[in-house]
């Protein structure tokens, strides 16, 4: 099996910034991507950014320039850089993986609430 761990939601006003990680452990195989999605009250989660093994990404239009993806893929770890929040921005972020033959895995979700 494999386990997520994510870490560094919070509260933060409007225009700051916060840092979201995720760790894989366990069988993990091989990594296809990895990333995050978002899911607000009342609405559907949406991918937010997303993270190639060779690196390749790609982001919602709505955080392009605000937020960036980044991983160590020797600590099978994601990070999600999140500046210039906005209350939009709320939701609960959840960490997936993408293994190769093995589909999607998934994290518990952590908290974001941007304040205005």
């Known amino acids: 099996q494999v386990s997520l761990v994510e870490s560094g939601g919070g509260l933060v006003q409007a225009g700051g910034s916060l840092r979201l990680s995720c760790a894989a452990s366990?069988?993990?195989?091989?990594?296809?991507?990895m990333g995050w999605y978002r899911q607000a009250p009342g609405k559907q989660r949406e991918l937010v950014a997303r993270?190639?093994?060779?690196?390749?990404?790609n982001y919602a239009d709505s955080v392009k320039g605000r937020f960036t993806i980044s991983r160590d893929n020797a600590k099978n770890t994601v990070y999600l850089q999140m500046n210039s929040l906005k209350p939009e921005d709320t939701a609960v972020y959840f960490c997936?993986?993408?293994?190769?033959?093995?589909?999607?895995?998934w994290g518990q979700g952590t908290q974001v609430t941007v304040s205005s």
């Open positions: 997936f993986v993408d293994v190769l033959f093995r589909g999607d895995y």
């Open positions: 993270i190639t093994s060779s690196g390749i990404t």
């Open positions: 366990g069988s993990i195989g091989s990594i296809k991507s």
